[in-house]
């Protein structure tokens, strides 16, 4: 192939990632504004000037659009980190922490996780499978990091790693809320900083183990 012929090659696919993007970002400000069965692929398609099957046609389906917005917010939360995944053991918190100060600053994606992630719940519901696994990886992620930040010859109980992954989770959620709606009152970062640290030092108590800074 030319030096031209692949540069035509290359220049369409960079406008359709281009595209793409523009139209998960809108999907993002719809769904999060309105919710995944009130957000219209129709107002999504306005945002970035397209036609309703413009958008279809990159996506397929409303699902599978719904699908790549939570995909595409998933990306946003590790795109700065080296290999753009979750860290481990100590840092894994830090990165929790560091998450909920970069959230200050992108309430609209705040937001669209809140009520997506809360909209799953419901019967038939597109991103239902997606929230149960990415709850349960996290989950996962969060036991193999409490249990790497205390000394392996004086480990807490399994039910103490069990009850302060989960709670680790329902504070960075909850926080979530109480700061969308009161912006002014709740400090996400700070706040949910007290909170993991709290609760480490609940599940391991007693246990040597390294401070979170």
């Known amino acids: 192939m030319t030096e031209s012929a692949t540069s035509r090659v290359s220049k369409p696919r960079a406008v359709t990632r281009r595209k793409r993007e523009e139209i998960l970002s809108a999907a993002l400000a719809v769904f999060g ?35 790549e917005v939570l995909l595409y917010r998933d990306r946003t939360d590790v795109e700065h980190i080296e290999g753009q995944h979750i860290p481990d053991g100590l840092e894994l918190f ?28 419901t019967d038939s519901h597109p991103a239902k499978e997606f929230f149960q696994t990415r709850y349960a990886n996290l989950r996962d992620e969060i036991r193999t990091a409490l249990r790497a930040v205390c000394d392996k010859e004086d480990p807490p109980t399994d039910d103490a ?11 960075m959620d909850g926080l979530q ?14 706040s949910s900083a007290f909170a993991i640290n709290a609760l480490l030092s609940s599940a391991i108590s007693g246990h040597t183990r390294r401070i979170l800074t």
């Open 177 to 190: 809320i109480q700061w969308l709606l009161a912006p002014d009152v709740v400090k996400l970062a700070d």
């Open 94 to 121: 830090n990165h929790l922490i560091a998450t909920s100060r970069k959230n200050e600053k992108r309430p609209g994606i705040v937001q669209a996780f809140a009520v997506l992630s809360a909209e799953s719940v």
């Open 33 to 67: 504004n309105k919710g995944y069965k009130n957000g219209s692929l129709a107002e999504i398609a306005e945002q970035v000037g397209m036609t309703h099957a413009g958008v279809l046609h990159h996506f397929g389906s409303k699902d599978q659009l719904l699908i």
């Open 161 to 171: 790693i069990e009850f302060a992954t989960c709670s680790i989770i329902a504070v």
